[in-house]
């Protein structure tokens, strides 16, 4: 068994419901077992701006799954939630991203682990710094508390 964070993020619909939907079914897939959850945030879009703001919160979870399988698993998940991709950075129901993967470096065509952008991005740092503060970034060798940095536009969600 593995841990992993994963990203969720959702702009269009029920935003909320979507997050819990997909923390509901990746929970219920054979090797993986969801052992924290984030607080949601609302945040502005990043790269195409014209579109909603976002709720975005990330998950830990203890896998069985190789790095591939997981990733198939959450591009699955994206699929019975209805993801489109028309549009890079574009709207989307729900983003399922693979930010880490125990201590392991992964550089292929189809998955980089750590989370290529993960670094740039307050709407992941945020929240995973909730529930992984001390956990090592592979690379970097910094806990993800220490790489956090405050950003205005990243704002905990009021449902």
Not at 28 to 57: A, C, M, R, W
Not at 98 to 117: A, F
Not at 119 to 148: E, H, M
Request: aromatic share 6%; hydrophobic share 35%; charged share 25%.
């Amino acid at each position: 068994m593995e841990y992993a964070y994963l990203g969720l993020g959702s702009n269009v619909g029920e935003r909320e419901v979507q997050l819990k939907k997909a923390i509901r079914i990746l929970n219920e897939k054979d090797g993986i077992h969801v052992t924290q959850i984030s607080p949601i945030y609302e945040t502005e879009p990043v790269g195409y701006v014209d579109q909603p703001q976002f709720l975005n919160q990330c998950i830990e979870i203890q896998t069985s799954l190789k790095p591939h399988a997981l990733l198939n698993a959450c591009l699955d998940t994206e699929q019975q939630l209805h993801r489109v991709r028309d549009i890079r950075w574009g709207p989307r129901t729900l983003d399922v991203d693979v930010l880490l993967y125990g201590d392991q470096v992964i550089e292929e065509d189809d998955l980089i682990v750590p989370h290529p952008r993960m670094l740039d991005r307050s709407f992941v740092l945020i929240p995973l710094n909730d529930i992984a503060s001390d956990c090592i970034v592979p690379l970097t060798n910094k806990k993800v508390g220490n790489l956090v940095t405050t950003d205005n536009s990243v704002k905990k969600y009021q449902n």
